[in-house]
């Protein structure tokens, strides 16, 4: 049975949809989690929620403060096991419409935040020889998606930094996967009107949108000591919508 008793877990995005889910597994595995996000008052209602968990706000954009803010999650924990990098944006335009602000946002908050979170993550997982990251990349960093190709580039980014990361410290004993969520019930798609719904349904073979739920199941197992042979993989939840 999967365990995390005294183990450190922080959790980006936390107040998203898939991160509040995150949040609800781990507490129920027995974690020391630290969730972060830049919405104060969501965190304080993950707080309410969850009153054994801290919270903390923080703006991952802030790349010259994230070696600052890793710190500070390992000395409020009491060091630091797990990194579950959740948090990301979209900007969606078509390409020729593109500003390179909207490009260059993206990029920066998905991919390089994400590189800078795990690289100081590893810094302190090191000390310990024992780590887990689990990033969170999407299906249209496969397949790409019509007016993403910032997110869809940012997220195959992020499978490719991975699979360096794990190559890099495997012998350390900590492990670098991915989780590739196709479309999941979030605030991200609760604005996708309800024709698009349909024709997006119809091309995933279970007939629906996946959970978060679905999605924390798969990164509860990649942090977990069940996976330790596992490093480097991206598993797929998207209901056989792509199957690499």
């Not at 190559?167 to 479309?183: D, L, M, Q, R």
Request: some cysteine; overall charge positive; charged content about 20%.
């Amino acid at each position: 049975m999967i365990n995390f008793k005294n183990k450190n877990i922080l959790i980006t995005g936390a107040s998203g949809g898939i991160g509040n889910e995150l949040v609800k597994k781990f507490v129920s595995l027995g974690a020391n989690i630290l969730g972060s996000g830049t919405k104060t008052e969501k965190l304080e209602l993950i707080k309410k929620q969850y009153p054994n968990i801290k919270v903390k706000k923080f703006d991952i954009a802030n790349h010259s403060g994230i070696e600052e803010f890793i710190d500070s999650v390992s000395l409020e924990l009491g060091g630091l096991d797990v990194l579950i990098n959740n948090a990301g944006i979209n900007l969606d335009n078509l390409s020729i419409r593109m500003k390179v602000e909207e490009w260059k946002k993206v990029i920066d908050i998905n991919l390089t935040s994400t590189f800078l979170l795990s690289k100081y993550a590893i810094k302190k997982m090191l000390k310990n020889r024992f780590g887990r990251i689990v990033n969170i990349t999407s299906v249209v960093g496969h397949v790409g998606n019509l007016g993403q190709p910032n997110y869809s580039a940012s997220k195959a980014g992020i499978i490719g930094m991975s699979k360096s990361l794990a190559i890099e410290y495997a012998k350390k004993n900590i492990t670098v996967n991915c989780v590739s969520p196709g479309f999941i019930v979030s605030d991200m798609t609760k604005g996708i009107a309800d024709k698009v719904k349909l024709y997006l349904t119809s091309r995933i073979p279970m007939g629906k949108f996946g959970t978060g739920e679905d999605v924390s199941n798969c990164v509860a197992f990649l942090s977990s000591e069940q996976a330790s042979y596992v490093t480097g993989e991206t598993i797929h939840v998207n209901g056989g919508m792509y199957m690499s």
